[in-house]
């Protein structure tokens, strides 16, 4: 059983880490795009930004069908749908016929991120739980990274087609590998939590939506994601008027997201051990709002490359900090659901934080009021940490083999 747990959570993790690849490949070879397409740069970053606008529209669906069809399904589904249209992107005929795949794309993305809870408490004893969401947030952060940084070696290797074919072949194949490997835990509890979960329907979110400590964390994600997006699509710009070039720009910005992946492999792993999440979640909060202001006002790449290292680190394991405890809020029973809720307001902080920078900017020569704006995201997230209770971790409370 021992082995099979982490065969399933590599499984997961490696679709959930290609879910934002495909949905990130495109951030890197925009300039090429709007050459290839005769586009306009705003109809380019549709590619981009239908992710999260359909995010919105679909996570807390996405979150009652894997609390009501069991996470398998879901994942499933959702992998399906990125396998499909990663195979409609191959035939890019037009702007439009890519834009077709990305959005079968994003419509399978909520599907396959929001699971990750309900798997982990299947198959994870309570003492490993915050351990095993870091490794499931952390194959998201390299789907990242492999987007940001192999995109550009790809294309410029081969050519766009082959490299999208290239994508969809790696998304077919581990989709298949999925449905294959992932199964229900036998001695867990999935099978009884789905067929109560079917009578539910929408009346069951009205206690989640009551809860003030799952709003609590609602509301954090709201500004933390928030403060995330902007600064990862923005950050180009943030840096240009300190004559950072766009390709010193691409290495902090992947800085930060190997320093994310290093910070979710440890930090969530601290946390399981001493049985407390809320003062990691503060530290995430607080080394951001010391790193944020150097990161964004110089130009010394070697500086800005440690800063970023570190903001990743410290920062990005907050996420699984985020799932973890939205979990322990609402129990097994409707981990997907509340995991919907909370990926909502965090998708919902993207979409309104990114026009929102640069709203603040206006005609200014610097961004400096977008960094403040995100100063006082990450000083809001800081202080709504002190609301939130946590109960003394007990480490009992499964009949799992440790």
């Known amino acids: 059983m021992r082995s099979n747990r982490w065969v399933v959570l590599l499984c997961y993790t490696a679709l959930a880490g290609i879910s934002q690849m495909l949905w990130l490949n495109f951030a890197p070879i925009i300039s090429q795009l709007e050459t290839r397409y005769q586009a306009s740069a705003a ?67 909520p599907y396959v991120v929001n699971g990750i809870t309900k798997l982990v408490t299947d198959w994870f004893p309570r003492s490993k739980q915050a351990m095993a969401t870091g490794i499931g947030t952390m194959g998201m952060f390299i789907g990242m990274a492999l ?8 294309v410029e290797a081969t050519n766009l087609q082959m490299t999208l074919l290239i994508f969809a072949a790696i998304t077919v194949f581990f989709t298949v590998l999925f449905w294959i490997f992932v199964h229900p835990n036998p001695q867990g509890s999935q099978e009884q939590i789905d067929k109560r979960g079917q009578a539910s329907g929408w009346r069951s979110m009205l206690p989640l939506l009551r809860d003030r400590q799952l709003l609590l964390i609602c509301v954090i994600a709201f500004a933390a994601l928030g403060f995330f997006n902007g600064l990862t699509s923005w950050l180009e710009q943030i840096l240009a008027p300190y004559q950072v070039t766009s390709e010193e720009a691409g290495w902090i910005g992947g800085a930060f997201i190997i320093g994310g992946i290093l910070g979710a492999g440890v930090i969530p792993a601290i946390s399981d051990k001493i049985g407390k999440q809320r003062p990691f979640l503060q530290l995430c909060c607080l080394t951001a709002l010391v ?41 097994e029973k409707q981990a997907g659901e509340a995991t919907g809720l909370m990926m909502l307001a965090g998708n919902l902080g993207g979409v309104i934080v990114i026009p929102a920078m640069q709203m603040v900017t206006g005609s200014s020569s610097t961004w400096i009021n977008a960094v403040y704006l995100m100063l006082a995201l990450v000083l809001a997230s800081l202080l709504l940490t002190i609301g939130i209770k946590e109960k003394k971790q007990d480490v009992m409370q499964s009949n799992l083999p440790l």
Do not use: K
């Open 291 to 331: 790193l944020i202001y150097p990161l964004c006002t110089q130009g010394d790449v070697t500086i800005l490359l440690v800063l970023s290292s570190l903001l990743g680190f410290f920062f990005l394991p907050g996420y699984a900090m985020l799932l973890s405890m939205t979990e322990r809020i609402a129990g």
């Open 147 to 154: 987007a940001l940084a192999g995109t550009p070696i790809l």
């Open 43 to 109: 109809d380019i970053n549709w590619l981009l930004s239908v992710f999260p606008l359909i995010y919105v529209l679909l996570s807390v669906h996405a979150g009652m069908v894997i609390d009501r069809r069991g996470y398998r399904f879901a994942v499933g589904i959702g992998g399906i749908f990125m396998a499909v249209f990663a195979c409609v992107r191959i035939m890019d005929f037009n702007f439009y016929w890519l834009l077709v795949g990305q959005i079968g794309i994003a419509i399978g993305q």
